[in-house]
């Protein structure tokens, strides 16, 4: 998701649910992104949650998960 970022505007946060018995750390997840598809695109930061908020849809709800970070900005990038 897109996260405030002071110099830019915005960076990328991954939001990661991890499956049961399984383990990573912040910086094997943002290693493998950068290997697999640059630099560019990887996240910054990594936080880890134990489930992922859904709409009534069933669609991932990034905008749920987007408002908590962009409380009391001036705007929404």
């Given at each position: 998701?897109?996260?405030?970022?002071?110099?830019?505007?915005?960076?990328?946060?991954?939001?990661?649910?991890?499956?049961?018995?399984?383990?990573?750390?912040?910086?094997?997840?943002?290693?493998f992104v950068k290997?697999?598809?640059?630099?560019?695109?990887?996240?910054?930061?990594?936080?880890?949650?134990?489930?992922?908020?859904?709409?009534?849809?069933?669609?991932?709800?990034?905008?749920?998960?987007?408002?908590?970070?962009?409380?009391?900005?001036?705007?929404?990038?």
């Amino acid at each position: 998701i897109g996260v405030p970022h002071e110099k830019w505007g915005e960076e990328v946060k991954a939001i990661v649910v991890l499956y049961e018995g399984k383990a990573a750390t912040a910086e094997e997840l943002i290693k493998f992104v950068k290997d697999k598809k640059g630099g560019l695109v990887a996240p910054k930061s990594v936080e880890f949650w134990k489930e992922i908020p859904l709409t009534n849809l069933g669609k991932i709800d990034k905008k749920n998960m987007r408002a908590a970070y962009w409380k009391g900005k001036d705007r929404l990038v």
